[in-house]
């Protein structure tokens, strides 16, 4: 998800197949496993993957795009799996953050204009729990000309120093980048460079 709208992400999400693939992303699924389950948003959620695994977890799971076709596919995917999510449609500069709601935020390759950053971004320390945790996984600017994931925009790629700036508010239990090989669907596939984000509200 990122600055582009909303019929942009349908044509992307149309085709049958889930392009980003049905498992959860291997950093958000480490890191949930740490955790006990409890109330979890997930930002520019798509077809799924990642909030599908933590219902199967026994959490309860908000979900948030702007994707029609994506969302109608999160929630078909929650029924195979006899799980339930709630699925917001919104753009994410719109979207009410409810201060100390969530015991998790999970932000998985979710990509946005600075701009909005500065919204979104000091929205998930808001409305995360007093010792709540917030799971990140992005892109970094190293990504750029890379053909395995991310958008081709310098400015919507990520520094390990602007994460860390972001999020300094948060009690940061590690924070990294690292180069790894992605494996997810069609369109996260090979070596990726990556900011990798574990965080606590205090």
Partial sequence: MNN??????????????????????????????KLNPGRILMLG???GRNAIFAAIKNWKVDAIDFSR????????????????????LSN???YIFVPNKYDAVGNIFLHLHPTIRKIVHPGIIFTLKKNGYLILEVFEKDQLGRTTGGPQNFDMLYSVEEIEKDFSSLKIISLEKKKIILKEGDLHNGETVVVKLFAQKV
């Avoid at 049958?16 to 958000?28: A, L």
């Avoid at 994506?70 to 078909?76: C, F, H, I, Q, T």
Wanted: hydrophobic letters at 30%; aromatic letters at 18%.
């Fill in 4 to 33: 582009f709208g909303g019929d942009f992400w349908d044509k992307k999400f149309s085709p049958k197949n889930f392009i980003y693939g049905t498992k959860p992303n291997i950093y958000f699924r480490e890191s949930l496993t």
């Fill in 45 to 47: 959620e798509g077809e």
């Fill in 69 to 88: 076709t994506a969302r109608e596919k999160a929630l078909n995917f929650a029924r195979e799996n006899s799980v339930k999510i709630n699925y917001t």
């Fill in 92 to 94: 994410l500069e719109d």
